[in-house]
């Protein structure tokens, strides 16, 4: 009896919220709303996926629950699934249909260290030193998910040719998997790419984020009693400071664009030992590369001269040089176009009530859920500083990106409020909106050979002659890390 009250509740809800998630998503062509059509009826699958994602919260190249449930969803769905690719045990590509042209969409689905948090509007830790999807990366992988499902029963229904690729890609948040899987040449048959990433806001993105160098930096110097015989020892950590401190000075005279931020990973391990080892992990941003590798040689003469002045030896580790993204107007348009007919999400009192709890406790305004869809803009002359490895796919094929509202407006981001709004409806109607437009947009790309001419025209004037060069060395291995 239980079970039937509580199966049948379990229905009404389902309906009510489906009813609330198809609301005024219909659009003017009937292929299209086919497509909505499908991810509507797939949405229990994808919030169960996303949930398991979640739950599983796994930090970069420790995705190894997450990328074999997705793996598994897409080879009962009938893709050719390539697994442990790019030396990345948790990478995989997915592939369905054969020919031209071949459309790509990515995939992200790792969690952020230290972040474990209830799906609740308030801070409660779930685990103890668990991690959490600080990033709503479990409501991308999803997503993606989902705009691929779409895509792949229509080119059947429809007998559309041409290739479909959804990349699972792990590690954005630390090591850069796209890094790994531009340089083994994952995207180069790509005819153009599609990704997303949750937001507090709704927009196709036009700003091209930082470029960004990713250094960790050893120093190693000798050991002595700190209060016996000092003067026996050189100091790592000293070196580490006068590095830090020289680094710190030299932000006076960067341009405005830069940023730069440190942690000291490794600074010796009680007082009474002189440090002999000492470690400081830097990333360097600028608008573009060439402003990164400016500000980078300055950051390596500030780094000799700190060894030379404590008698300290240095090595510099580069972990990875990341691009800005090269934005392609082309393709966003055609991006744009869709998220308008499909209109923005609408959300319950529940909902947004939901969202106010959250920046409330975050002390932000509480302005609730803003899902208003914005117009197309000019980029920023200074774009808002973040860095991302789908810029580098963005330099091997012209690639467009969507943000959808997924979270309570201005609560900060990478924190537990974003946790929390990751396994809730407010997360889901933003998944399923990207699903949506990223589905639609790529039918647009596979049906429209005049759109990729443009696209890649665009492209092409945009590269002046550049070739995609992979920020890390040809023998640089990632980081393997096992349970
Ligand atoms: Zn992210």
Known sequence: MHRIKRKTLVLIVYCLVMFSFSVSQTMDEPIKNEMLRIIDQKSQLLIDVSDKIWEYAEIAVMEYESSKLLEEVLEKEGFRVEKDVADLPTAFVATFGSGSPVIGILAEYDALPGLSQDSMPFKKVLQEEGNGHGCGHNLFGAGSLGAALALKEVMENHSLPGTLKLYGCPAEEDVGGKLYMARAGLFDDLDACLAWHPDYETSVDVDSGQAVDDLQIEF????????????KGNSALDAVEMMNFGVNLLREHVKPSVRIHYVITDG???PNIVPEYAKVWIWVRDLDRD?????VEKVKKIVEGAAIATGTSHKINYMGSYHEMLINREGSKIMQKNLEKIGAITYTEDEILYAKKIQNATEVEEKGMVSTIETLKKPEKYPEGGSTDVAEVSWITPTIHLSTTCAPHGIPWHSWAVVASSKHPIGYKGMFLAAKVLATTAL?????PDILREMKKEFKEKLKGYTYKSGISPDQKPPIRIK
Do not use: E
């Open 444 to 448: 647009d790309l596979f049906r429209n």
């Open 220 to 231: 190693f110097g000798k050991t002595a009693h700190a209060a016996f015989d000092p003067w």
């Open 291 to 295: 402003g990164v590798k400016a500000v």
């Open 268 to 270: 010796g391990k009680v």
